[in-house]
């Protein structure tokens, strides 16, 4: 459905999930009693445990509420196919392993009224060592475009005209998203009282290869849009690292840069690339 058919004032929710089984059923509890109007969209990647069970079982007990497709394929992918699934004229984006409170949509909703691009609050709950740790902020024309996909929410007209998420992107396809709106001419808005809770990683091996996959896709970002050092705030990360474990995730993410680097040869992300996924194209192309 294009933005023009999108029913107007219709939040549809778009979540990519993999192996979620452990945090699925909660997540949906809490979409349930957002305020309405709503819909979620479920997109499954080839999981190998029962989250396509609970998925389904979610979709037949709330067929006017929930929906569920399978496509495999980067986040990127998944999230592009779920958006065009969706009907609403306004698109929000959260994980498998995060839960909203209750009052999440409401907040997005009123924030759309000054804003197409709108990031909530994301709080961490698990290991206090693994979620006191700030993003590795990123900046453009004065905003910060590292607002996660955890979290997230477009207006569909913005998303379908800037053609969606770039699916080649192994992580950071969100950041590479807001780049790309804030350039447009977009404004993102934090809107602190639209919450989102996010497990964080069990084990320390799991932190450090999230850690490392993100700083892989750092790499990637500045393969499509040039150098971008310049706009890290470098003071204030490495004064943000005052933990063992802090310097243990920024290390992990520098070999995952490096490692970018490395083995990327040859596969760089070309910048005029067109989306590989049949997903939505920019305006015009």
């Keep these: 459905m294009g933005s023009d058919d999108a029913p107007r004032n219709l939040i549809s929710v778009v979540i990519t999930v993999r192996n979620e089984q452990e945090h699925l059923a909660q997540l949906l509890e809490t979409l349930l009693i957002q305020e309405e109007p709503f819909e979620v969209v479920i997109v499954e990647s080839e999981s190998r445990d029962r989250t396509l069970a609970i998925?389904?079982?979610?979709?037949?007990?709330?067929?006017?509420?929930?929906?569920?497709?399978?496509?495999?394929?980067?986040?990127g992918i998944g999230r592009n196919a779920g958006v065009r699934a969706a009907r609403g004229s306004l698109v929000a984006?959260?994980?498998?392993?995060?839960?909203?409170?209750?009052?999440?949509?409401?907040?997005?909703?009123?924030?759309?009224?000054?804003?197409?691009?709108?990031?909530?609050?994301?709080?961490?709950?698990?290991?206090?060592?693994?979620?006191?740790?700030?993003?590795?902020?990123?900046?453009?024309?004065?905003?910060?475009?590292?607002?996660?996909?955890?979290?997230?929410?477009?207006?569909?007209?913005?998303?379908?005209r800037l053609g969606g998420f770039d699916p080649r992107f192994i992580t950071a396809e969100d950041i590479d998203l807001n780049l790309r709106a804030v350039r447009a001419g977009a404004a993102i808005r934090y809107v602190p009282d639209a919450i989102v809770y996010h497990h964080m990683r069990r084990t320390f091996i799991r932190f450090l290869y999230q850690a490392f996959w993100n700083g892989y896709g750092r790499k990637?970002?500045?393969?499509?849009?040039?150098?971008?050092?310049?706009?890290?705030?470098?003071?204030?990360?490495?004064?943000?690292?005052?933990?063992?474990?802090?310097?243990?995730?920024?290390?992990?993410a520098l070999a995952g840069y490096s490692a970018r680097v490395v083995t990327g040869r040859g596969r760089r992300l070309d910048p005029g690339a067109a989306s590989a996924d049949g997903g939505p194209r920019p305006a015009g192309g």
Excluded at 55 to 75: C, H, L, N, T, W
């Design 55 to 75: 998925a389904q079982e979610y979709a037949r007990r709330f067929p006017d509420r929930i929906r569920v497709i399978s496509r495999p394929g980067s986040r």
């Design 93 to 160: 984006f959260t994980d498998g392993d995060c839960f909203p409170d209750s009052q999440w949509l409401h907040a997005l909703r009123a924030g759309f009224l000054s804003a197409p691009v709108l990031a909530g609050q994301t709080i961490t709950i698990g290991k206090p060592q693994y979620g006191n740790l700030e993003r590795v902020e990123l900046f453009q024309s004065g905003y910060d475009v590292t607002h996660p996909t955890a979290n997230l929410a477009y207006r569909r007209e913005l998303f379908e």
């Design 220 to 252: 990637q970002l500045t393969e499509k849009h040039g150098s971008l050092w310049g706009r890290y705030r470098i003071r204030r990360l490495l004064s943000g690292q005052r933990t063992a474990i802090a310097w243990a995730r920024l290390t992990a």
